[in-house]
């Protein structure tokens, strides 16, 4: 598995949330987790996107500018 990071100003994350949803949906790519986490003082969103596929992972990233990264657990 692998995931992918993207970090979004707070003012952007819907529109940016939707965009992410659309973009999956035309792929045809389903990620088995989506979670997402601001910064203390919430002018940031850090957003994880996990993919059971390492190329799923990859193309996400490099489509939505993120950086692709091993989770944890």
Not at 9 to 15: A, E, F, I
Not at 41 to 52: I, K, Q, R
């Amino acid at each position: 598995m692998r995931s992918v990071e993207i970090r979004l100003l707070t003012r952007n994350l819907s529109r940016e949330l939707i965009a992410m949803r659309e973009w999956l949906d035309r792929a045809g790519f389903e990620p088995s987790q989506f979670t997402y986490n601001a910064n203390r003082n919430g002018s940031e969103v850090l957003v994880h996107v996990t993919f059971t596929m390492e190329r799923e992972a990859a193309t996400f990233a490099e489509s939505f500018c993120g950086v692709l990264v091993t989770p944890a657990g």
